[in-house]
Structures are given as structure tokens and as C-alpha cells.
């Protein structure tokens, strides 16, 4: 009973003892503003350029997710003359700089279009692939009545439509089967294009006219909003079957963007290699013959932005680190000059029983609050700009709690280690040589 009432009065000294100790510390902190000042300056520096580059990474990283999101499935495959990234010589795409790091455009650009022919001989002779969409894009004027909208994308498609593209209808509804096979004068417009030309009114239904040809409207598809990938962006485009587009814009030959989906039980690796057999066959390649073609799989894509926001995040690093470093640096110096400055107190507080970690623990809160409040004013500033700044509506750019804490963990760390040897040289000065420091 006797120890444990000597425990909790131990317990009762230190918390006095540690509630002085703070209270001298604000104090200190308090009556040397400028040296305040300049102990944040450093430390709210780096935590401001951590917490936006977080922030500024997860806005690309939530943009680039929704433009993924507007595909039909992420395993799907894009075959096309040009390839996502360096390619070796058996058509294989390498993010690590293992095949080099020449785009070789000049032989990409000599490579035939893609073609219809290609669409049809892989949807016939494909076992793994679920379904198939062919897309040629031509640009129009499309009008209604006395608006119109010049510089329209259309997207001449056959087959798979539904398939290959997230299609959230806001109204109306897609082509069935038979109409994407046929000439049928039908089209569906995204959200911008149908504001663009019919304002408030309800576009199902009317007739529109594309390059003077009448098409009627059969469904409006939900607002997508932009993203840095816009794999299939279709706010502003014009979708219309194959056949009706070809009537309009008289093409042949042109190039065109395949794209197919494997079925749900079939790898990427496997569909890969089945739609380069198949290609090469169409293509009637002979062994040795190098591809004249690309297959892009999303993952690719997906893989390349994300090394490429991981370097943003490194750069981002070593700036803030340069920061931090100078701000810790500055933290230590100014409490060695507190230290000698207080040499004296700290000999009186010593002499009277003060113990080590009592002195200790001032020195080293002191140092946390200046790191704890540079964060925080880096905090303020990051908030700051996001609320003060024109920032693009398709970017979800917030300040995260996560990214706040992560801050302050970050700015409190510094703090520590900043205050450590300071602390420890005030912890151990000899009280008498202390009280009679000049």
C-alpha cells in the first residue's frame, strides 16, 4: 500500500513538474518571436511541399481512375499501329528500360492501318475473347436547328460496343446488335454535345444532322468529365454505327483502334498471345516477319502511370527532404543558443532537485512545438492554395486527413531528433558551474 501511494506521488511530482516545464516553454517560445519565426520557416517549407505533393499525386492518381472507369473491363486490349511504350522485337512493351529507350516512330508510322478486315477476322476466328469493337474517328459539324457544334469527334463503331465502354445512359439506350452491323441513320451523343446543341431539352428522339446527314438521336450518355487518360472520353463525341458513318464520310482504309475483351476465365498473357497469332495470320506474316502491329494492354498503361507519379512523389521527396533538413538544422541551433541563454536557470532548477528528464523535457517540447506548428503553418498554406486556386473541375483535388497526419508525424519526428542533443547537453550541465555561468 505504502509503495504503490509513493508511486502515485512520484506520478503527481512529474506531472507538475512536466506542466511547469511546458509552461516555460511557451513562454520561451513566446518572448523570442524571431527566432520562432525562423525555426518554422525551415520546417513548414518541407511539410508544405510533402502534403501538396500527396495531394497533387492523388488527384492525378482519382482523375486517371476515373478515365479507366469508362472502359467495360480493365483487361481489355487495344490493338493498334503505334505502341503505348518501347517495344522489343517480338512486339512486347518494357517499362524497366530493358528493350531500350527509342521509340522507333519511324517504323511505326509505315505500319498498315487497322482495319476492318482485321476487326472481322479476329471476332471469327478469336476462342478466348469475349467480344470485339471497331472504332474509326472522323471529325464533323453536327447541328439542330439553328445550333450546332463544329469540331465534333464521332465515333464510327461496330460490334461490342457495350462491352468495351462503360456506357452510363443518362436517357434513351444503346444500339442493339443489329443496328451496329447496319447503316441505320442513329446516334448517341455524350452529355457536353448534347447540352452544346439542345440546351435543356430532351435529345432522344430528335433529329440531328452530322456533316448535313440526318441522324436521329436514340440515347444520351451520363457526364463523364475529363481525365489525363480519356481512354474513351465521350462528353463532347458523337457515336454512330459503322455503316452510317461510312455513308457520311465516304472513308476506306482508314486506320482504326481495335479493341477486344478476353473472356472472364482467360489470363491477359493468354489473350495477348491469342490476338498476336491471330493478327499475324490476318496480317499473313511469315515466320521471322516482325509484327506490324501493337497490342496495348491497359495494365501497361496503368503500370506506366504509375511509375510515373511515383517519380513525381521522389522528386517531390528529396525537395522536401532538403527542406526538412535545413529546418532541423535551424531547430537544433537555436536550442543550443536557448541552452546557453538558459544556463544559468537550468544550474537553479538543478540545484532545487529539478531532475534530468525534467530539463529535458522542456528543451525537447520545445523543439516539438516549432516542428508540430511549422506543420501546421505548411498545413495552412497547402489549404490555402487548394481553396484559392482555379483548379480544373475534373480534378478531385482535396486535402486529405491522411495527408495531414502524415505531416505532422513527419514535422514531430524532425522535432525529436532535432532536440535531442540540445536537451541531453542542458540535461547534464553541472548545476554549480551552471549558476555561475556568465
Known sequence: MDGKKSLIGRLRVVSVQLKEGMTFTFNELKGNKLRTFLSLLGVSIGIFTIIAIFTAVDALRSNVKRGFESLGSSNMLQVSSWPMGVEDDEGNIALDGSVGTEYKWWEYIKRPNVSLDDYKYLKHNSEKGEDFLYSVMNNATVKYNRSSSSGVW???????LDKVINLDMESGRVFTPTELESAQPMAILGKGLAESIFGDENPVG?????????????????????????????????????????NIFHFRNMNGELYAVPKEDVSVEDFTAEIKHLMRQSRRLRVGQKNNFSINSINVLENMLGQIMGVI???????AAFSLLIGGFGIANIMFVSVKERTKIIGIQKAL?????FIMTQFLTEALILAVAGALVGVLLVWIIITAAP???????????QNV???VLIASAIGVLSGVLPAWTAANLNPVTAMNSK
Request: glycine residues 14%; contains cysteine.
Open 206 to 246: 430528335k433529329v440531328i444532322k452530322v456533316n448535313g446527314y440526318s441522324v436521329t438521336v436514340i440515347g444520351v450518355i451520363a457526364k463523364q468529365g475529363e481525365s489525363m487518360v480519356n481512354m474513351m472520353e465521350t462528353d463532347g463525341n458523337c457515336i454512330l454505327p459503322y455503316n452510317t458513318g461510312k
Open 353 to 357: 532537485g529539478a531532475k534530468r528528464y
Open 154 to 160: 464521332v465515333m464510327n463503331v461496330i460490334g461490342g
Open 405 to 407: 497526419i502524415a505531416g
Open 391 to 401: 483548379i480544373p473541375a475534373e480534378y478531385d483535388v482535396h486535402l486529405s486527413f
Open 313 to 319: 512523389q521522389k522528386v517531390g521527396w528529396i525537395i
